[in-house]
């Protein structure tokens, strides 16, 4: 699926009139270049979002994603059917309705500019930017930018996907490894797609069960959490006892049992290092 010298591409105006929940007194217009797919994708949303004044959103971004006949669109359509997520039922949860079938006819060059775009599809834009980045996409973005922004936000819509029964960790290992398939030139960055270097927060989501259902034992080390700034992400795979996720740059490891003993330094001292010796059964695919 890489993409070929002849696939055309569009400009697609986004319009953002809110900056860290505020609303601008001036709306930001911004210019993407999109593939023919993606600029399809987002006309699938306004649709979707036609009673509403702003286009784009978690919501329809989704379903415009699902609705494609495109390769991407149709694995992510049959991946999130796996977890009972059809786009009727996204929809219904997001307090909308939809005639899929009035979907199939749209087309990119029919995508209406510029889009009013919500703050969550915002940052699912800007991380799949990054993304495209990273994998050198030379600045045009597709479908499987976008839709590999969706698993691994951090701190976005955890309910929305409780409520859908969306296991994104699953999502992302199985998005990461369908995209080192199909594109075997960016084998290295979607190998590590779905890991801490790039997807902590989304990694770490089976650990934030855990320690919901944790014994008595992780409640307690819960109590006697720390927080770092930073975590080397070359050394990360060795801090998979007690971890939990707070956002990108800021993980909790629990302090260790009073009796512990790290070595020279004490545990204060030893806090960032060494935790992964005593990682337990049930932490180990916390990494």
Not at 28 to 53: E, Y
Not at 168 to 183: N, S
Not at 212 to 229: C, E, K, L, P
Not at 268 to 275: D, I, V, Y
Request: glycine share 8%.
């Amino acid at each position: 699926m890489p993409t070929k010298p002849d696939e055309k591409v569009l400009t697609v105006t986004l319009t953002y009139d809110r900056e860290a929940g505020k609303v601008l007194p001036s709306p930001k217009h911004v210019k993407l270049v999109v593939k023919q797919d993606l600029a399809a994708a987002f006309a699938r949303a306004a649709a979707v979002n036609r009673s509403d004044s702003t286009p784009l959103s978690f919501t329809s971004v989704l379903i415009g994603l699902m609705t494609g006949s495109d390769t991407v669109s149709v694995w992510l359509k049959a991946e999130l059917e796996k977890h009972k997520a059809t786009a009727q039922k996204i929809a219904s949860n997001g307090s909308r309705s939809f005639d899929e079938s009035s979907l199939l006819s749209i087309s990119g060059e029919s995508v209406p500019t510029p889009l009013l775009t919500t703050m969550s599809a915002r940052q699912a834009v800007e991380e799949a930017q990054a993304i495209a980045a990273a994998v050198g996409s030379g600045g045009v973005l597709d479908v499987r930018h976008i839709a590999a922004a969706y698993p691994i936000l951090p701190d976005w819509h955890d309910k929305d996907f409780e409520s859908l029964g969306i296991d994104r960790l699953a999502w992302a290992r199985a998005f990461g490894a369908f995209m080192a398939k199909a594109y075997p030139a960016e084998k290295a960055y979607w190998g590590r797609y779905a890991g801490p270097r790039v997807a902590g927060p989304a990694h770490f989501l089976q650990c934030r069960r855990l320690h919901r259902t944790g014994s008595g034992r992780h409640r307690s080390q819960r109590r006697s959490a720390r927080t770092i700034d930073r975590v080397d992400p070359d050394r990360h795979s060795t801090l998979d006892w007690g971890i939990r996720p707070l956002g990108i740059g800021q993980i909790v490891l629990h302090a260790p049992p009073p009796k512990a003993d790290l070595g020279p330094g004490g545990p204060r001292a030893e806090t960032h290092r060494g935790l992964g010796r005593q990682a337990t059964d049930e932490n180990r695919d916390c990494r």
